[in-house]
């Protein structure tokens, strides 16, 4: 038979201060009470209905199909059916003060901030001789190499080397600067001659430019941005209570 280790309150308050989490903890507290709050001066509630239908989903995406699943995963996390409970009015409340706050803000958003949501589909090498990469550059244009072999021959990343410098479905601000300038202004399939920055000379191919469009994942996106931006100016400073 397992010995079964007891912890304290005041120990897992320890745990989290030497893991540095005890921040994110606080902030997470004070996210919660700004929102319950709010949701109160703005007079809302929440129905049945809207509860079950959260629950529902918060039991299928732990994939906790059967009712003793349920049980199992709550002892698990430590939660008592009231807590579980609490969680799920937490989220529906939080969904629709987001819904009430920033629903109405989100087409304006995204006239002012169309070009800030496109998405780039690009390749890169990086390489540490400039010259080096003006080169291969040039070879490129002129059909003797393609951007495969490039990057199987000078990406030491293995993964990378592996999907000839893919990286991915990218937009403005995942880029630096000056490389975002670039390569939102090619034409593809386009590559561009080399951009030196602090970490090297980028060889990149851009292969498509995605505008983007007001869907129902894009308003969901803008509306979720709104809402922590909201959240960050109205949640107040926190301190642990001694």
Same mark, same amino acid.
């Given at each position: 038979?397992?010995?079964?280790? #007891? !912890?304290? *309150?005041?120990?897992?308050?320890? &745990? @989290? ?5 005890? /921040? ?13 709050e709010a949701a109160t001066n703005a007079g809302m509630t929440v129905e ?42 937490? #989220? !529906?409340? *939080?969904?629709?003060?987001?819904? &009430? @706050? ?5 087409? /304006? ?109 894009m308003r969901y996106k803008i509306m979720s941005d709104l809402f922590a ?14």
């Amino acid at each position: 038979m397992f010995n079964v280790l #007891t !912890v304290s *309150s005041e120990d897992i308050i320890h &745990h @989290l201060k030497l893991s540095q989490q005890l /921040p994110m903890i606080l902030e997470g507290i004070a996210t919660q009470k700004a929102i319950a709050e709010a949701a109160t001066n703005a007079g809302m509630t929440v129905e049945l209905e809207e509860l079950q239908q959260t629950a529902d989903a918060i039991r299928l995406s732990h994939n906790l199909r059967r009712t003793e699943d349920t049980w199992q995963w709550l002892q698990k996390q430590g939660l008592s059916l009231d807590q579980f409970e609490e969680m799920v009015y937490t #989220t !529906v409340l *939080s969904a629709k003060l987001m819904q &009430h @706050l920033c629903a109405d803000k989100v087409e /304006p958003f995204f006239a002012t901030h169309q070009l800030d949501y496109a998405q780039i589909v690009l390749y890169e090498v990086i390489l540490d001789d400039a010259d080096l990469a003006l080169e291969l550059f040039y070879a490129l244009q002129e059909g003797e190499l393609n951007f495969h072999d490039v990057a199987h021959q000078y990406i030491q990343e293995p993964e990378l080397r592996r999907s000839g410098g893919y990286r991915g479905l990218l937009q403005r601000s995942d880029l630096k600067p000056e490389i975002s300038a670039a390569v939102f202004a090619a034409t593809p399939p386009q590559i561009l001659k080399p951009i030196l920055t602090a970490k090297g000379a980028h060889l990149i191919l851009v292969e498509e430019i995605i505008q983007p469009q007001l869907d129902a994942t894009m308003r969901y996106k803008i509306m979720s941005d709104l809402f922590a931006a909201w959240v960050k100016q109205n949640t107040k400073p926190v301190e642990l209570a001694h």
